[in-house]
């Protein structure tokens, strides 16, 4: 038997109006935003957040816990994990900071300032969420639900792989074809979207390039390494567009229920392009380990900028996650304009 609750910011119901008071996140602190017992799974998380801060949606790290780990099995700034954030803007007697992209997917939505997410999230013993303000200021107005149902019984639980998701960045290094060879095969020095150990299946990624210099930078292949693979990719493809599902580079912006394109940055490659793909009807399995790459470009050929977030289920325990950089080593790539706020950065 299953029971449906929903967890909101706190609120009171004044002549059936909802007047919702406000969650405040303060400065290098963690809230919990739910704490359920027992068996349960997250069906729906939705927020909208006002924050001072130009870069609120890379200083607050979303992380999830399941079956009272106390390692999280998600950690994301929330921008990432929502699809968002990767770009700077400055309109003038508007907003300065991160730019909320709007968009849509089947199991995320981004609609202005709303940010939603649909995957479903299972746990056996007990499912935490948590938010951590790694920023200066106080964020004195967070809204949320998290809807999700209980169940009486746990035993059909435990054959239910846990959400998982991570965040990774990395400033690539160019390898010349002189090094390289022109050729690629164990995909050393790829982009890693994540890497796991025990059995489950890989869901997705979101994944952010900044062109560096101008060019295509989309000529790198994905390559996933499957149960151990080392030597060569157990899956490999044609090209990053081709995973993402396009063809003949990105044309224009697009969103599809399980892949998009959906921010476009300068038609010459360089500046901030984000693209996504959900492997709902086509997960990658793995019964042992998965190491889920790509290339950043021929053979690692591009030095640019990945930001990535990886969603995948596994049984646990898993893998430690990969450490995630310091607040100020994870702001969007518009260097000028992080320079320009320089003294306003936490350290």
Not at 88 to 102: I, L, M, N, T, W
Not at 216 to 227: A, L, N, R, Y
């Amino acid at each position: 038997m299953a029971w449906n609750h929903s967890v909101k910011s706190p609120e009171e119901n004044i002549d059936g109006f909802d007047r919702r008071t406000r969650v405040e996140v303060k400065a290098n602190s963690t809230v919990t935003l739910a704490e359920i017992h027992g068996a349960g799974s997250i069906r729906h998380i939705w927020f909208t957040i006002n924050s001072p801060s130009p870069f609120h949606l890379r200083e607050l790290v979303l992380r999830m816990y399941w079956d009272g780990e106390t390692e999280p099995s998600v950690e994301v700034p929330v921008g990432d994990f929502f699809g968002t954030g990767f770009e700077y803007e400055d309109v003038p007697g508007a907003h300065r900071g991160q730019k909320y992209q709007s968009w849509w997917s089947l199991p995320i939505t981004v609609q202005d300032r709303a940010l939603n997410c649909y995957f479903e999230m299972p746990f056996g013993n007990g499912g935490r969420v948590t938010l951590t303000n790694d920023g200066v200021p106080d964020v004195p107005n967070l809204y949320f639900h998290i809807d999700y149902q209980e169940f009486s019984d746990a035993r059909g639980m435990s054959n239910k792989g846990r959400f998982h998701a991570q965040w990774r960045r990395q400033v690539t290094r160019a390898f010349p074809e002189s090094e390289s060879g022109g050729k690629n095969v164990d995909g050393k020095n790829n982009h890693v979207f994540m890497e796991a150990t025990g059995k489950g299946q890989f869901v997705g990624t979101i994944l952010n390039v900044f062109g560096l210099s101008t060019g295509w930078w989309g000529e790198g292949d994905d390559m996933f390494f499957v149960d151990g693979e080392t030597a060569r990719a157990t899956i490999n493809g044609t090209g990053m567009e081709d995973y993402f599902n396009n063809a003949w580079m990105f044309q224009k912006e697009f969103n599809y229920p399980f892949i998009g394109y959906s921010q476009q940055g300068n038609r010459d490659w360089t500046g901030s392009h984000t693209m996504y793909r959900f492997h709902i009807e086509d997960s990658i399995y793995f019964r042992k380990s998965l190491r889920a790459t790509m290339e950043h470009g021929h053979a690692n050929d591009r030095e640019d900028v990945y930001t990535s977030v990886a969603f995948w289920y596994q049984t646990e325990p898993h893998q430690e996650l990969f450490p995630l950089s310091p607040v100020n080593q994870r702001l969007p790539n518009a260097l000028w304009k992080i320079q320009e706020l320089e003294q306003n950065l936490p350290n």
